[in-house]
């Protein structure tokens, strides 16, 4: 059975501050990588995807992959109460082109103090 | 605008009833899938679909059904083998290669009466 872990938290971080969330995964033959934010009561959106070992940087989020560690995380800096949400993180290992069968963690609850 | 439309938003069903959620989409992508959200808990893929005429089972299929007559649509039953179906339920779609992300529609919330 393939695993992706995350911390279910919750992460509670000071405004301002960057908030950094962690995902482990078990297949270690994984190929894409990805992170929703989910607000409560709402759908998950996407927020960052990655495929190669290395950072990814968009705006104020930065993707982290270490295939060799099966470890993804995603930082956010300068982090807003608007941030305040649950991040899941999904995890492709599906070798089969077309549709993907994303595996998710159980989702990191993460609170912005103001 | 383009999207992914799921309806209806909230659904109750009775004891041995087959209830369909709708998910259509315009963004003209290949494929589809259908997950299940419980509380406090991540996704769980159901079924998905590749191309049209063509579906999958995912983690989760027992006590579910699907169709796909149609590229844009991918419509959900929870049949009545479904014992335990209140949960939050989303379709996602994908323009198909390996690894293009998935885009959500806004669910539909399933309660038994």
């Known amino acids: 059975q393939k695993e992706v872990e995350q911390n279910s938290g919750p992460l509670s971080v000071p405004e301002g501050a960057i908030a950094s969330l962690n995902c482990t995964y078990s297949d270690r033959g994984s190929q894409s990588f990805f992170w929703y934010r989910q607000y409560s009561g709402k759908s998950p959106e996407l927020i960052m995807f990655i495929y190669s070992n290395g950072d990814k940087e968009d705006g104020r989020f930065t993707a982290q992959l270490n295939k060799a560690s099966q470890y993804v995380s995603l930082l956010i800096r300068d982090s807003q109460p608007s941030d305040s949400a649950t991040y899941l993180c999904a995890v492709n290992s599906d070798r089969a082109q077309g549709a993907q069968k994303l595996v998710f963690g159980q989702g990191t609850r993460l609170t912005i103090n103001p | 605008d383009g999207g992914i439309t799921q309806s209806p938003k909230y659904l109750f069903r009775k004891e041995g009833q087959n209830v369909t959620l709708s998910c259509e989409q315009n963004?003209?992508?290949?494929?589809m899938y259908w997950y299940r959200q419980d509380p406090g808990q991540g996704l769980r893929l159901i079924y998905y679909s590749q191309i049209v005429n063509d579906f999958q089972k995912g983690d989760i299929a027992e006590g579910y059904s699907v169709s796909r007559e149609k590229k844009e649509s991918f419509p959900l039953t929870v049949t009545s083998a479904q014992k335990n179906p209140t949960a939050f339920y989303l379709c996602a779609s994908s323009p198909g290669p390996f690894n293009q992300p998935q885009h959500f529609g806004d669910g539909t919330r399933l309660s038994i009466l």
């Open positions: 963004l003209n992508h290949d494929a």
